[in-house]
């Protein structure tokens, strides 16, 4: 088995959400997060529906295009109806300054069609991401690993930014980098939810998670570069097989 696709050298990757950011001036907040070294940026979409809570469409990721070149990401916290109906505004939406592929995020709990609409955001030119939340067991992905390019593992119940990290996910996180790496796919881990530059990122890189999303945990920072460098170098630590454990 080739290492490439064992988590410890799978390239960590700081994804920033956008729910604590100013909303009145969202261009320049990506702009910043740009300048600020991140990897990719997540855009929340909720609709009142699937999550308690309603924030953008596909527009306003749209709109923030222009303002700079980093990858996005779209986590798609809506109902099926708006998933199926919606799609490709959302894969559109997402993609970068020269229509490349941009994640686009099903939640498994939203979708009883989930293996025709990861085909379908790859036929709509997006990268696919599929998202468990945190009651939902890891087989409920498996038959899909070969069709998504991230698997998005929810460290709260999603719908709020500020949360507390939920410590349980990381068995989790740990079967599915097994599978994963038994099956040689390429697959990234992401988890989303009460991530800081502590702890929660450490533990989460050693077993075996490489993409980490941070709403508070990087706003919290007297500067956007401040809070990605020191996301960056918990989680490069842990890869190094320095952990940090549960304060
Ligand atoms: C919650 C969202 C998360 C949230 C993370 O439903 O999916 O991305 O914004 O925020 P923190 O890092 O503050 O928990």
Not at 46 to 56: A, C, E, H, K
Not at 72 to 93: D, G, H, I, K
Not at 118 to 132: D, E, H, T
Not at 218 to 239: H, I, N, T, W
Request: with cysteine.
């Amino acid at each position: 088995m080739s290492s490439a696709f064992t988590s410890s050298n799978r390239p960590i990757q700081i994804i920033p959400s956008v729910l604590p950011a100013d909303w009145a001036n969202m261009g320049q907040c990506v702009k910043d997060l740009e300048e600020a070294g991140v990897d990719r940026i997540q855009f929340d979409v909720m609709d009142g529906n699937f999550v308690p809570n309603l924030t953008f469409g596909p527009e306003m990721i749209s709109a923030c295009r222009k303002y700079c070149n980093v990858p996005f990401e779209t986590q798609l916290m809506v109902s099926q109806y708006n998933c199926e109906t919606m799609l490709e505004a959302y894969v559109e939406a997402s993609k970068g300054p020269n229509g490349e592929p941009g994640v686009v995020i099903a939640h498994v709990e939203a979708n009883v069609h989930l293996h025709r609409i990861l085909g379908k955001i790859r036929q709509l030119g997006g990268s696919p991401s599929v998202a468990l939340n945190p009651h939902t067991p890891m087989e409920m992905v498996k038959d899909v690993l070969d069709m998504v390019d991230h698997v998005l593992v929810m460290t709260v119940n999603p719908g709020f930014g500020g949360q507390a990290y939920i410590p349980t996910m990381l068995n989790k996180i740990k079967s599915l980098r097994e599978v994963i790496v038994e099956n040689n796919y390429d697959i990234d881990i992401e988890v989303d939810g009460g991530i800081k530059a502590d702890w929660t990122i450490s533990q989460c890189c050693a077993a075996g998670a490489n993409c980490f999303i941070a709403g508070s945990g990087m706003f919290a920072y007297p500067s956007l570069k401040e809070g990605c460098d020191a996301l960056r170098s918990v989680a490069k630590d842990a890869q190094n097989g320095k952990l940090l454990e549960k304060s």
